[in-house]
C-alpha cells in the first residue's frame, strides 16, 4: 500500500469513497451526497495547514485520512479533529492503521499536541481501531446528531501526540 498527499485531482475518487458513508450509513452526519467541487475546496482548505493523506494500492485510491481545525478560537490552535475513511471494499483487512498513523505523525511534525476522533455511534469497529492507534475515551455527547429519522450519539476520543 502507498500513502502519498491528497491532490484536489482526487476528489472523484473520494466522493466515490464518501457519498457511499453519507447515503448508508449514521458514520457522518452529512445527508447530501458531496459533488466535486465541494470535495476540491475541502481538500485544499486541509491542505493549507493541515494534511489529508491518501492511501493507494496498485494505483486504486481505497481510502483516505485528514486533520484539521477541531474549533476556530484560537485557545483550540494545537488541537485537531482526524477523520478517516477506507472504501467499504477495504474495511476490516488491517489497511487503515498505517494510514492513521501517517496522519497522526502528520499532525505531531505540523507542531500539533492533541487529535480528535468524533465517532457517532454505535460504531465498534471504530472505537476499536481507535483504541488500538492509542486514543483514550473522552467522552460521550448525548442525542446531538439526528439522521435516519433517529438521534444520534457521539463519542470523543482523544490522543496526545507530542
Known sequence: MKIRCAKTEDAQHIID????YIVNT???FETDPVSFA?????????LQNHDWLIAEI???IIGYAYYGVFRVRVAYRHT???TIYLSKEYKGRGLGMPLY???????????FREMLGVIALPNP???????????NDAGTLKNIGFKFGRYIDVAILQKTIV
Open 80 to 82: 485537531v479533529e482526524s
Open 125 to 135: 469497529e471504530s472505537i476499536k481501531f481507535h483504541k488500538k492507534s492509542g486514543f
Open 101 to 111: 498513523s501517517a496522519l497522526i505523525d502528520s499532525a505531531k511534525n505540523k507542531g
Open 58 to 60: 496498485d494505483n486504486e
Open 26 to 28: 449514521i458514520i457522518t
Open 17 to 20: 469513497i464518501y457519498n457511499w
Open 38 to 46: 465541494e470535495m476540491q475546496e475541502r481538500i485544499g482548505e486541509k
